[in-house]
């Protein structure tokens, strides 16, 4: 972790406010999802933010649910969020929900329209909306303005007691129709909407908007600093001027600049359709920008963390290349995972001169980067080996350091072998090649005096295990899906899942752990899949081992 690094713009207004003293310098922040999705890498930085000013500064962090729609949520997003922010690595003070506030909410309401702050409108949202005015003209008010707060009390309860259908009523905020901020314009408060929710059951058919939910939330959690992304900042004359209204515990909301990421969707409406038209496979699948999906395909929590660290906070919108944080998963990963052999295009290698029958062990290093070592594992060499069939050139370019016909190569931790000949199919494609060892030339004892530039990966045909390789690309073709001509789903990379139905893996690979790393020599960083059996071993590739992505 940068740890010498300048303070954020957010980092610099906490520490303010902790050497004036403001609320005895307690910092109390909070995460506030909508469970109506699962959480991607863009509610990461939100995360490490909201959980990493709290550790710096010795405060708490509360999980909200904002749960105010009871349409779209539901408590598989609840269960998935929980799980996501424990696995980034935080602990929230406390599990909060909207919802549970919304007797408080009400009763603010109430109390906003005692002091003529709010009233019952019977107008349609489009009557609403024309009425709102544009940026360049005031809005026009009707009647429904001028009701006594009387007559708003009765009907705003009528409300919500169910007198009404849907989109009959709604309860606004009286503001000032000729605000240059269109969101002071009388926003609205409450809607109408007999839906049953996931957790009040069916106790409401009248539901706060954002506006009045959020700030309000905050206060009474009294959270100190409120922080959330930049499309918000219209919102903070509003979120102040409730709690101004109600004299509140003056919560105070800060923006920041959302986290955009290059060569994929993020917004969850947008991820939504994608697992609901069957472009990938779930929330989790290994291609999808979410928590769940980058743990599938073998990110971990500290690679992600790093990431965030690394983009650190902004007050303006920018694009993040994913190469970033391909950057942060490879550094990870290179000091911790242990590295395997495994043949994903096969082609078999013939030893003509060693002997029928023998068996070898050689080991292998675990992890050459850790120092001290990090253990070896065995595993067996015998006369038939599979090797990668691009390892091998029928008519090598003149810098070719692998395998051809009188060329000479080095098998990883064993022997060096020269090229002799090849068997073809009918169709002319390379079924063996055939080679001759150097005895003399065993890792680690090495006395042949033969210096080879290459050295390949192979696995024993006799001992292999066999599992499938899934190779991801990127999700989409172009930089930023959602800013083109038509529908994002047109730019969905159709290359983006490769499936080897059949690679060879050395046997210790059926040792594999899902989340564990694991290093494919000259392959890349895989971990096993989390639907894997011990029949049907199926490795996801996390990265490649360096950044080998051309634009298209
Ligand atoms: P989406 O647009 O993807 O549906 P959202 O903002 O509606 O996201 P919420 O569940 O409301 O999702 O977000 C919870 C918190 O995460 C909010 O404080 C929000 O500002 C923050 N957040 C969401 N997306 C990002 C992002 N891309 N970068 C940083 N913070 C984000
Ligand atoms: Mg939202």
Request: hydrophobic fraction near 35%; proline fraction near 5%.
């Given at each position: 972790m940068?740890e010498e690094?300048?303070?954020?713009?957010?980092?610099?207004?906490?520490?303010?406010d902790i050497?004036?003293g403001?609320?005895?310098?307690r910092?109390?922040?909070?995460?506030?999802?909508e469970?109506?999705?699962?959480?991607h890498?863009?509610?990461?930085?939100?995360?490490?933010l909201?959980?990493?000013?709290?550790?710096k500064y010795?405060?708490?962090?509360n999980?909200?649910f904002d749960d105010?729609?009871?349409?779209k949520?539901?408590?598989?997003?609840?269960?998935?969020?929980?799980?996501d922010?424990?696995w980034?690595?935080?602990?929230?003070?406390n599990e909060?929900y909207?919802?549970?506030?919304?007797?408080?909410l009400?009763d603010?309401?109430?109390?906003?329209?005692k002091?003529?702050f709010?009233?019952?409108?019977d107008?349609?949202a489009?009557?609403?909306?024309?009425?709102?005015?544009?940026?360049?003209?005031?809005?026009?008010?009707?009647?429904?303005r001028?009701?006594?707060?009387e007559?708003?009390?009765r009907l705003?309860?009528?409300?919500k007691?169910?007198?009404y259908?849907?989109?009959?009523k709604?309860l606004?905020?009286?503001?000032d129709?000729?605000?240059?901020?269109?969101?002071l314009r009388?926003?609205?408060?409450?809607r109408?909407?007999h839906?049953?929710?996931h957790?009040?059951?069916?106790?409401?058919?009248?539901?706060p908007?954002?506006d009045?939910?959020h700030?309000?939330?905050?206060a009474?959690?009294?959270?100190?600093?409120s922080i959330?992304?930049?499309?918000f900042?219209?919102h903070?004359?509003l979120y102040?001027?409730?709690?101004?209204?109600?004299?509140?515990?003056?919560?105070?909301?800060?923006?920041?600049?959302?986290?955009?990421?290059n060569?994929?969707?993020?917004s969850?409406?947008?991820?939504?359709?994608l697992?609901e038209d069957?472009?990938?496979?779930?929330?989790?699948d290994?291609?999808m920008p979410?928590?769940?999906?980058?743990?599938?395909?073998?990110?971990?929590p500290a690679?992600?963390?790093?990431?965030?660290?690394?983009?650190?906070v902004a007050?303006?919108?920018?694009?993040i290349?994913?190469?970033?944080l391909?950057?942060?998963?490879?550094?990870d990963l290179?000091?911790?995972?242990?590295r395997?052999m495994?043949?994903?295009?096969?082609?078999?290698?013939?030893?003509?001169n060693y002997?029928?029958?023998?068996?070898?062990i050689f080991?292998?290093?675990?992890?050459?980067?850790?120092e001290?070592?990090?253990?070896s594992?065995?595993f067996p060499?015998?006369?038939?080996l599979?090797?990668e069939?691009d390892?091998?050139?029928?008519e090598?370019t003149?810098k070719?350091?692998?395998l051809g016909?009188?060329l000479?190569?080095?098998?990883k931790?064993?022997?060096?072998?020269?090229g002799?000949?090849?068997?073809?199919d009918?169709?002319?494609?390379?079924t063996e090649i055939h080679?001759?060892y150097?005895?003399?030339?065993?890792?680690?004892?090495?006395t042949?005096?033969i210096?080879?530039?290459?050295?390949?990966?192979w696995?024993?045909v006799?001992h292999?295990?066999?599992?499938?390789v899934r190779?991801?690309?990127r999700?989409f073709k172009?930089?930023?899906?959602?800013?083109?001509?038509?529908?994002?789903k047109?730019?969905?990379?159709p290359d983006s899942?490769?499936?080897?139905?059949?690679?060879y893996?050395?046997?210790?690979?059926?040792?594999?752990?899902a989340g564990?790393?694991?290093q494919?020599?000259r392959k890349?960083?895989?971990?096993?899949d989390?639907?894997?059996?011990?029949?049907?071993?199926?490795?996801n590739?996390?990265v490649t081992l360096?950044?080998?992505?051309?634009?298209k």
């Amino acid at each position: 972790m940068s740890e010498e690094r300048s303070l954020n713009f957010i980092e610099e207004i906490v520490e303010a406010d902790i050497a004036a003293g403001k609320h005895d310098g307690r910092v109390l922040t909070r995460f506030p999802p909508e469970p109506n999705g699962y959480l991607h890498i863009g509610h990461a930085k939100s995360i490490c933010l909201n959980f990493g000013l709290a550790q710096k500064y010795n405060g708490k962090t509360n999980l909200r649910f904002d749960d105010t729609n009871p349409v779209k949520e539901d408590v598989e997003y609840v269960d998935s969020i929980k799980e996501d922010v424990k696995w980034l690595g935080f602990e929230w003070a406390n599990e909060f929900y909207a919802s549970d506030y919304f007797d408080k909410l009400y009763d603010f309401a109430v109390e906003l329209i005692k002091k003529g702050f709010a009233y019952v409108d019977d107008s349609t949202a489009e009557e609403i909306a024309a009425q709102k005015g544009t940026p360049t003209e005031p809005g026009t008010g009707n009647e429904y303005r001028n009701r006594s707060v009387e007559e708003n009390l009765r009907l705003f309860a009528e409300m919500k007691d169910g007198k009404y259908p849907d989109g009959a009523k709604v309860l606004r905020a009286k503001i000032d129709l000729a605000s240059p901020n269109m969101l002071l314009r009388d926003p609205l408060m409450y809607r109408i909407k007999h839906a049953h929710h996931h957790r009040t059951g069916d106790k409401w058919c009248i539901y706060p908007m954002y506006d009045f939910a959020h700030g309000q939330s905050d206060a009474i959690e009294e959270i100190t600093h409120s922080i959330c992304t930049l499309e918000f900042v219209p919102h903070r004359a509003l979120y102040d001027l409730f709690i101004e209204r109600l004299n509140l515990f003056p919560s105070k909301q800060y923006e920041f600049a959302r986290l955009n990421l290059n060569y994929t969707v993020m917004s969850k409406r947008k991820l939504l359709q994608l697992v609901e038209d069957g472009f990938v496979d779930g929330w989790d699948d290994p291609r999808m920008p979410t928590i769940s999906g980058l743990r599938r395909r073998g990110y971990t929590p500290a690679s992600i963390r790093e990431f965030c660290e690394r983009i650190g906070v902004a007050k303006r919108e920018n694009m993040i290349d994913v190469g970033l944080l391909e950057f942060c998963i490879r550094e990870d990963l290179n000091k911790t995972a242990w590295r395997r052999m495994a043949v994903l295009d096969p082609v078999k290698l013939i030893i003509d001169n060693y002997p029928e029958g023998q068996t070898d062990i050689f080991s292998g290093e675990n992890n050459p980067e850790v120092e001290g070592g990090d253990g070896s594992r065995e595993f067996p060499f015998g006369r038939e080996l599979w090797i990668e069939r691009d390892d091998f050139m029928e008519e090598p370019t003149k810098k070719y350091f692998r395998l051809g016909i009188g060329l000479m190569v080095r098998l990883k931790n064993a022997y060096i072998i020269k090229g002799e000949s090849i068997v073809k199919d009918a169709d002319g494609n390379i079924t063996e090649i055939h080679c001759s060892y150097i005895p003399e030339s065993k890792s680690g004892n090495d006395t042949s005096g033969i210096n080879v530039k290459g050295t390949i990966h192979w696995v024993s045909v006799e001992h292999a295990k066999t599992a499938e390789v899934r190779l991801y690309d990127r999700l989409f073709k172009v930089e930023d899906p959602s800013n083109e001509d038509g529908d994002f789903k047109d730019y969905i990379n159709p290359d983006s899942l490769q499936v080897i139905k059949t690679a060879y893996i050395e046997p210790d690979l059926v040792n594999a752990v899902a989340g564990t790393p694991v290093q494919f020599m000259r392959k890349g960083y895989f971990t096993l899949d989390k639907n894997a059996t011990a029949d049907k071993l199926v490795f996801n590739r996390t990265v490649t081992l360096k950044d080998g992505w051309v634009k298209k």
